[in-house]
């Protein structure tokens, strides 16, 4: 039998400095289990460390000096200070990667760093970050002094430049490939040779006899193809392939021969099954026919091969990802908007891991639903998920997780953070979710107690038409509760905001500002970024554009993307006339700024007056929450400890009657609970039995059937007592 190949994964410049993104992860970790080779590398990393070295900042000054550029005054500006940027550019890094915090007090209060542009825009640090968040305050600055060396290179050598995404433009609703086929025709740029340089040293070490580019967005494609392009022209008998969230959404109706000069095959939607089937076939055991969703060039076309019967691989089958040989130490933990929840998306180090595959919900209008990595909703149990985060702490060293599903579904939710709770297993995560009444206070803190810090979810728009023309499932009035609840409990929340839906009139973007504007006012929501509209291929909007009163109207059929539609919305309002004064009163809020100015203050037109009442949000809040008597299936769970269980007889109208004090030991406060004898009692023991390590879940119905007859009043008037509601405050949950 045929030897297996030796399999390199490489991820394309750029996604993130701060975290490696999953893809070749999981796919090392399942295609390992399987008995292959596989290497993988985050080249993102790895091109930004090399070209922000000493060496590589002497090589780009001096191509710029003798690149003969009409260079701006910022430009010059850093120029000039050339040898202030060589001195500081390697401290700096080694700062931004946590490995020199003694830097922050010389960064923070000191002239280290050389300042261009960016740091014109610095907000009031001072009020930012107080006295005590002196490493957050040096971060934020090395952040802009990073940005200002990008800009330079982007004005220069590199115009594709940008750290999270590279040539992002040229692969943009990019129906024709004629203008990646040209720059990849032109002579490498310095960053391009430098990308070079390191896939050759790869190519060197891992021999290997297939290379796999992830493209998870459009800005990793330019760098995926221009290395394809090195590997085909230095060494034609390695095999490459392509998959990834950008083949997924743009590249489903293929017809461009001129990609597979660079690439031979492109996969779609999960790659552990076509990457399995694809490997077979180059090992002689199966025929190209019988590949698993995979575009290949035969007889000068493109063919898409999908005639494998085998399954899909279910999500208890996919492994754990496995970060081996990623440089986890290495990368930069940066701040570019002071907000607390912004934040989470640059910096730290957060292994990214999937609770279920697809999404629980796959209605909303506007989403590509009709995709498998959306539609088909597979989910692992509790025990598995938390079996993978304890492989993942034991080889990563790093306890911090970022949850990377579409909407987290709220009852897996419930059962893994009862898992981590009963194993005693200690992270920090976040994720994405719907902001559906599931999520109640009580499951909220159940979250929290598990390591929950933040949420962000999609309130879209802040409408309720508009939300039911979008199918979200979800009203404002609920999703303020809901914001409420997280907030309640300790954990960030970030709203996705939409503007520019189809009908939208000026009115209900106003209104909808308004609501956000009251969401912060209230302090449910810590941070936002709105999104303009567009309308996908794969979306039931741009498959029945008629139905929501909007008209396809481009771009011209092409043989490479399809995706980004272009549409006209007769009904709704010139949208881009808003984007910049959403945008600029979003990010005022998110600093706690502005919110008692008039909507009109953010715009330089004339707008409407908002037509939602001042209170909407407060009294949508304060309406009371549903009474437990209400709720005899809920699941009760006690996550405190033990208490100890004093009985001391004393003298009432000339009787003696037994009482009993529960003592319970938390780790902020203690605190008592006095009852009679027999509650007392029976409080002790139902607690013991309603833990995360009791192997059975009790529900309040079962409480009330084992409730003492003897106790003097009924289960109902417990609920109402001051000993319940203590309970109920310190940590006895109604799931």
């Given at each position: 039998m045929e030897k297996k190949p030796t399999i390199l994964l490489i991820t394309p410049p750029l996604t993130q400095l701060n975290t490696p993104y999953p893809a070749t992860a999981y796919l090392?970790?399942?295609?390992?289990?399987?008995?292959?080779?596989?290497?993988?590398?985050?080249?993102?990393?790895?091109?930004?460390?090399?070209?922000?070295?000493?060496?590589?900042?002497?090589?780009?000054?001096e191509a710029i000096e003798q690149g003969g550029y009409d260079l701006s005054d910022n430009s010059l500006r850093i120029l000039h200070l050339k040898r202030d940027y060589l001195n500081t550019i390697e401290p700096v890094i080694r700062f931004l990667q946590n490995k020199d915090h003694t830097l922050a007090q010389q960064i923070s209060y000191s002239r280290f760093l050389p300042e261009a542009s960016r740091f014109d825009q610095v907000e009031d640090i001072d009020w930012a970050f107080g006295s005590m968040g002196i490493t957050d305050r040096a971060r934020y600055l090395a952040t802009l002094y990073l940005e200002d060396l990008g800009d330079l290179i982007k004005e220069t050598i590199s115009p594709y430049f940008a750290f999270s995404r590279y040539a992002e433009k040229l692969a943009l609703s990019a129906t024709s490939f004629d203008p990646?086929?040209?720059?990849?025709?032109?002579?490498?740029?310095?960053?391009?040779?430098?990308?070079?340089?390191?896939?050759?040293?790869?190519?060197q070490a891992a021999q290997p006899d297939v290379v796999g580019f992830s493209i998870p967005f459009p800005g990793n494609l330019y760098g995926g193809l221009r290395m394809a392009k090195y590997i085909k022209e230095k060494d034609p008998s390695i095999k490459t392939a392509m998959g990834g969230g950008y083949p997924n959404t743009e590249l489903r109706s293929l017809r461009e021969p001129r990609l597979f000069k660079y690439i031979d095959f492109v996969t779609l939607d999960d790659g552990e099954g076509p990457w399995l089937k694809l490997l077979e076939h180059l090992q002689g055991q199966r025929e190209a026919e019988q590949l698993q969703r995979t575009f290949i060039l035969a007889d000068g076309k493109v063919k898409y091969m999908n005639g494998s019967t085998d399954a899909d691989i279910p999500h208890t089958e996919v492994g754990t990802p496995d970060y081996s040989d990623l440089p986890l130490q290495d990368y930069l933990s940066v701040i570019d908007v002071i907000n607390p929840m912004h934040r989470l998306w640059s910096d730290g180090r957060w292994n990214?891991?999937?609770?279920?595959?697809?999404?629980?919900?796959?209605?909303?209008?506007?989403?590509?639903?009709?995709?498998?990595?959306?539609?088909?909703?597979?989910?692992?149990?509790?025990?598995?998920?938390?079996?993978?985060?304890?492989?993942?702490?034991?080889?990563?060293?790093?306890?911090?997780?970022?949850?990377?599903?579409?909407?987290?579904?709220?009852a897996p939710l419930r059962d893994m953070a009862i898992e981590l709770i009963r194993r005693g297993v200690k992270i920090s995560w976040w994720g994405n979710i719907r902001f559906e009444k599931t999520f109640t206070p009580d499951l909220c803190r159940l979250l929290a107690a598990s390591g929950?810090?933040?949420?962000?979810?999609?309130?879209?728009?802040?409408?309720?038409?508009?939300?039911?023309?979008?199918?979200?499932?979800?009203?404002?009035?609920?999703?303020?509760?809901?914001?409420?609840?997280?907030?309640?409990?300790?954990?960030?929340?970030?709203?996705?905001?939409?503007?520019?839906?189809?009908?939208?009139?000026?009115?209900?973007?106003?209104?909808?500002?308004?609501?956000?504007?009251?969401?912060?006012?209230?302090?449910?929501?810590?941070?936002?970024?709105?999104?303009?509209?567009?309308?996908?291929?794969?979306?039931?909007?741009?498959?029945?554009?008629?139905?929501?009163?909007v008209v396809k109207v481009g771009p011209p059929e092409g043989n490479f993307a399809n995706n980004d539609l272009w549409h006209d919305d007769p009904k709704?309002?010139?949208?881009?006339?808003?984007?910049?004064?959403?945008?600029?009163?979003?990010?005022?809020?998110?600093?706690?700024?502005?919110?008692?100015?008039?909507?009109?203050?953010?715009?330089?037109?004339?707008?409407?007056?908002?037509?939602?009442?001042?209170?909407?949000?407060?009294?949508?809040?304060?309406?009371?929450?549903?009474?437990?008597?209400?709720?005899?299936?809920?699941?009760?769970?006690?996550?405190g400890n033990t208490p100890a269980i004093d009985f001391t007889m004393i003298a009432k109208k000339g009787q003696t009657i037994e009482r009993c004090l529960l003592t319970f030991f938390e780790k902020g406060?203690?605190?008592?609970?006095?009852?009679?004898?027999?509650?007392?009692?029976?409080?002790?023991?139902?607690?013991?039995?309603?833990?995360?390590?009791?192997?059975?879940?009790?529900?309040?119905?079962?409480?009330?059937?084992?409730?003492?007859?003897?106790?003097?009043?009924?289960?109902?008037?417990?609920?109402?007592?001051?000993?319940?509601?203590?309970?109920?405050?310190?940590?006895?949950?109604?799931?």
């Amino acid at each position: 039998m045929e030897k297996k190949p030796t399999i390199l994964l490489i991820t394309p410049p750029l996604t993130q400095l701060n975290t490696p993104y999953p893809a070749t992860a999981y796919l090392k970790g399942f295609l390992k289990g399987r008995g292959y080779e596989v290497v993988q590398a985050d080249m993102g990393i790895e091109l930004v460390l090399r070209m922000f070295s000493r060496k590589g900042l002497q090589r780009i000054f001096e191509a710029i000096e003798q690149g003969g550029y009409d260079l701006s005054d910022n430009s010059l500006r850093i120029l000039h200070l050339k040898r202030d940027y060589l001195n500081t550019i390697e401290p700096v890094i080694r700062f931004l990667q946590n490995k020199d915090h003694t830097l922050a007090q010389q960064i923070s209060y000191s002239r280290f760093l050389p300042e261009a542009s960016r740091f014109d825009q610095v907000e009031d640090i001072d009020w930012a970050f107080g006295s005590m968040g002196i490493t957050d305050r040096a971060r934020y600055l090395a952040t802009l002094y990073l940005e200002d060396l990008g800009d330079l290179i982007k004005e220069t050598i590199s115009p594709y430049f940008a750290f999270s995404r590279y040539a992002e433009k040229l692969a943009l609703s990019a129906t024709s490939f004629d203008p990646l086929e040209e720059a990849l025709q032109e002579a490498p740029s310095l960053v391009d040779l430098m990308l070079l340089e390191l896939l050759e040293e790869h190519l060197q070490a891992a021999q290997p006899d297939v290379v796999g580019f992830s493209i998870p967005f459009p800005g990793n494609l330019y760098g995926g193809l221009r290395m394809a392009k090195y590997i085909k022209e230095k060494d034609p008998s390695i095999k490459t392939a392509m998959g990834g969230g950008y083949p997924n959404t743009e590249l489903r109706s293929l017809r461009e021969p001129r990609l597979f000069k660079y690439i031979d095959f492109v996969t779609l939607d999960d790659g552990e099954g076509p990457w399995l089937k694809l490997l077979e076939h180059l090992q002689g055991q199966r025929e190209a026919e019988q590949l698993q969703r995979t575009f290949i060039l035969a007889d000068g076309k493109v063919k898409y091969m999908n005639g494998s019967t085998d399954a899909d691989i279910p999500h208890t089958e996919v492994g754990t990802p496995d970060y081996s040989d990623l440089p986890l130490q290495d990368y930069l933990s940066v701040i570019d908007v002071i907000n607390p929840m912004h934040r989470l998306w640059s910096d730290g180090r957060w292994n990214k891991l999937t609770i279920a595959h697809g999404c629980y919900w796959k209605r909303c209008s506007f989403c590509d639903v009709t995709l498998d990595y959306i539609n088909r909703y597979d989910v692992a149990p509790a025990t598995l998920l938390v079996d993978r985060i304890e492989q993942i702490i034991a080889q990563t060293g790093q306890t911090g997780f970022h949850f990377v599903d579409e909407a987290a579904p709220p009852a897996p939710l419930r059962d893994m953070a009862i898992e981590l709770i009963r194993r005693g297993v200690k992270i920090s995560w976040w994720g994405n979710i719907r902001f559906e009444k599931t999520f109640t206070p009580d499951l909220c803190r159940l979250l929290a107690a598990s390591g929950c810090i933040a949420v962000s979810g999609g309130l879209e728009v802040a409408s309720d038409r508009l939300l039911q023309l979008m199918a979200k499932g979800v009203s404002i009035e609920q999703v303020a509760r809901v914001t409420d609840s997280f907030t309640q409990a300790g954990i960030m929340v970030h709203a996705y905001l939409m503007y520019g839906f189809p009908t939208q009139t000026a009115q209900e973007t106003i209104d909808s500002l308004e609501v956000v504007r009251q969401l912060f006012e209230t302090g449910v929501i810590q941070s936002g970024y709105w999104h303009r509209f567009s309308m996908t291929a794969h979306s039931p909007i741009g498959k029945h554009p008629e139905k929501y009163g909007v008209v396809k109207v481009g771009p011209p059929e092409g043989n490479f993307a399809n995706n980004d539609l272009w549409h006209d919305d007769p009904k709704g309002t010139d949208h881009s006339m808003f984007g910049e004064g959403l945008s600029k009163a979003l990010y005022n809020y998110m600093h706690g700024i502005g919110l008692e100015e008039p909507l009109s203050f953010w715009f330089d037109f004339k707008v409407p007056r908002t037509t939602e009442s001042p209170n909407l949000i407060a009294e949508a809040i304060s309406a009371p929450h549903r009474p437990d008597s209400t709720r005899p299936n809920a699941r009760v769970l006690w996550l405190g400890n033990t208490p100890a269980i004093d009985f001391t007889m004393i003298a009432k109208k000339g009787q003696t009657i037994e009482r009993c004090l529960l003592t319970f030991f938390e780790k902020g406060e203690d605190f008592e609970v006095k009852t009679t004898a027999t509650i007392g009692q029976w409080l002790f023991e139902v607690l013991q039995k309603a833990t995360p390590d009791s192997p059975e879940a009790v529900t309040l119905k079962q409480l009330e059937a084992s409730f003492p007859a003897e106790a003097h009043l009924s289960f109902a008037e417990f609920l109402s007592s001051p000993s319940w509601f203590d309970l109920r405050e310190k940590g006895l949950l109604l799931l």
